[in-house]
């Protein structure tokens, strides 16, 4: 009888666990995965023939948006919600221009601000001025029309990738005039006062070492950032760092290794509004999926490789 017994309650357990790591997400792929990269949302998110990269979660976990470059076609922002149980069908992104084209879109881990990258014309322009970053307002009647960044973004002819800490700090990739491509780094804009006064190259080991420097993803809280570089100690292409705050201090770069990065490119890194998940792109050229694998373990793993350093 006490077998019986134990054997229920450790039954209950498992499935409770189980139970606890079932999300919305979850509803679009057939496993959960592990701390092996799985593709996300096959044939949904992730299209053949397509490069699927960038996606960003709203807080509840009920709206997705993610970038979609088709075969001889322009970038495009896709977006699902979630409605009574089961996700749309990607379609165009509300705000979705017929002048230049929308990438990597990002909202803010508050829920109230959507930004993107776009090539579309300043509201006081004839034509495109440069990549820019845009964002929309979020009310109880949904998302507001979506205008430019001002001062001081909107004087870089390329600001990319652009996410946010709960504070409403800045973290995105550009150079100064005259920089090349491959010289382009991380930078910040602290929130001061409720403006953006100025846009700081950032230092500490964030930008010390490998070539196209791009893509930062920031913690909620600004404990860590994940971003993508080449280096020759790397694993092929681009891969996926991850440089910790402490103290104030941001560390070197640490590669998150053999599972998450391959020859191929690994870049624009996310993790769930939950934390429980890393999004990633990895594909060859023009073509690749979206993956995600669980972030804590990956995480704790690498936290303690620093701290046994």
Partial sequence: MKKILAFIIFTFLILSCQESEKSNLTLLSDEIPTDIPLVFGEGIVSMDEAMDFAIT????????????????????????????????????????????????????????KLYFGSLRPLNDTIGSTGLHQWYSKKSVSGWSEPKPLEKPFVDRSVIMYLTSSENGNLYFTTGEKGDRPEDWVIYNSVKEDGQYKSINRMDGGINTSGKLIAHSFIAPDESYMIYDFEHDSGYGESDLYISFNKNGEWTKAYNLGPKINTDKTEMTASVSPDGKYLFFHRGVDDDGDIYWVDFRSIKEKMEKDISGN
């Fill in 57 to 112: 979660f709203s807080p509840e976990m009920d709206e997705m948006y993610f970038t979609r470059r088709k075969p001889e076609e322009d970038n495009k922002i896709y977006a699902m919600k979630l409605i009574d149980g089961e996700w749309s069908k990607p379609k165009s992104a509300f705000f979705t221009t017929t002048e230049g084209w929308d990438f990597e879109p990002h909202i803010s881990p508050k829920g109230d």
